[in-house]
Nanobody, 114 residues
Framework: QVRLVESGGGLVQAGGSLRLSCAAS????????MDWYRQAPGKQRELVAR???????NYADSVKGRFTISRDNAENTVYLQMHSLNVEDTAVYYC????????WGQGTQVTVSS
């Protein structure tokens, strides 16, 4: 059974930074690509960043140069470092193994104030 626990969200002023964490269990973490998604109020959930098991990364255009995804395979944890946050980044953030399309955690709320 896949279990995902996101943490690190909070309230931050525009221009600030946050680091999200996602602890995964129930999968062979090191071989799985991991995704960060977000869902803003009234909008569809969107893919923000992806990291493969070997560490290759991809980002949505809206976060390139501001967000960095990384992973610690020894800790079965994936991170999302977010800098230069703006109000459009306000959303609930979720992590998910790329191959497990129906596995979601509870998410962590990020709220950016102007």
């Amino acid at each position: 059974q896949v279990r995902l626990v996101e943490s690190g969200g909070g309230l931050v002023q525009a221009g600030g930074s946050l680091r999200l964490s996602c602890a995964a269990s129930g999968i062979i973490f090191s071989i799985n690509a991991m995704d960060w998604y977000r869902q803003a109020p009234g909008k569809q959930r969107e893919l923000v960043a992806r990291i493969t098991g070997r560490g290759s990364t991809n980002y949505a255009d809206s976060v390139k140069g501001r967000f960095t995804i990384s992973r610690d395979n020894a800790e079965n944890t994936v991170y999302l470092q977010m800098h230069s946050l703006n109000v459009e980044d306000t959303a609930v953030y979720y992590c998910r193994p790329t191959a497990y399309v129906n596995s979601w955690g509870q998410g962590t709320q990020v709220t950016v104030s102007s």
